[in-house]
């Protein structure tokens, strides 16, 4: 009987009915906002056929201290290509491609990868020939390999 008198009460005051709907669906509605806000975006293009370049060369970048180079070389040669990674200095002569990135990173009780942005050129007169990129402005992300592969399988093939 007693939830009789409460819905009869609020059936006499609309208004507070319109407020106890509120206080239930506003944290619903505040969780599925922020949710909304935390999609992946990864993105890959080419501008011609990739399967002539066989040795990429991953160039280092000098403030990497999560070794992404090494990660993207081993993921590179899963693939079926022949890679190595080093300053651009180090490049070995008959290298067909050089593969450059640019990672951020962000840290909230652990770092995780946020963005990474790869770019493939012809070793000699750099033109570009493919480009990605990764990006998740949540914590909720996905491990550095993971992501490389996301992002070098639509590029080179192979899954």
């Known amino acids: 009987m007693e939830g ?6 609020l059936a006499k005051f609309p208004g507070r009915a ?3 709907l509120v206080k239930l669906l506003a944290p619903l509605l505040l969780v599925l ?3 909304g806000g935390c999609s992946t975006t990864t993105s890959t293009r080419k501008v011609i056929a990739l399967d002539s370049f066989h040795r990429i060369f991953v160039e280092q970048q000098l403030n990497d201290n999560h070794h992404l180079d090494e990660m993207i070389v081993a993921e590179l040669k899963r693939l079926g290509r022949e890679a190595s990674s080093g300053p651009r200095t180090m490049m070995p002569e008959k290298t067909d491609a050089v593969l450059t990135y640019a990672d951020r990173w962000e840290w909230d009780f652990k770092d995780y990868l946020i963005e990474l942005n ?3 050129h012809t070793a000699h007169t750099r033109k570009k020939l493919a480009d990605g990129r990764y990006y ?8 550095p390999a993971a ?3 996301e992002l070098l399988v639509p590029l080179f093939g192979k899954s």
């Open 136 to 143: 998740q402005p949540s914590i909720k992300t996905k491990p």
């Open 118 to 120: 790869v770019e493939l």
């Open 4 to 9: 009789f008198h409460q819905n009869e009460n």
């Open 33 to 35: 906002g922020l949710l």
């Open 18 to 20: 319109t407020c106890v």
């Open 147 to 149: 992501v490389i592969q």
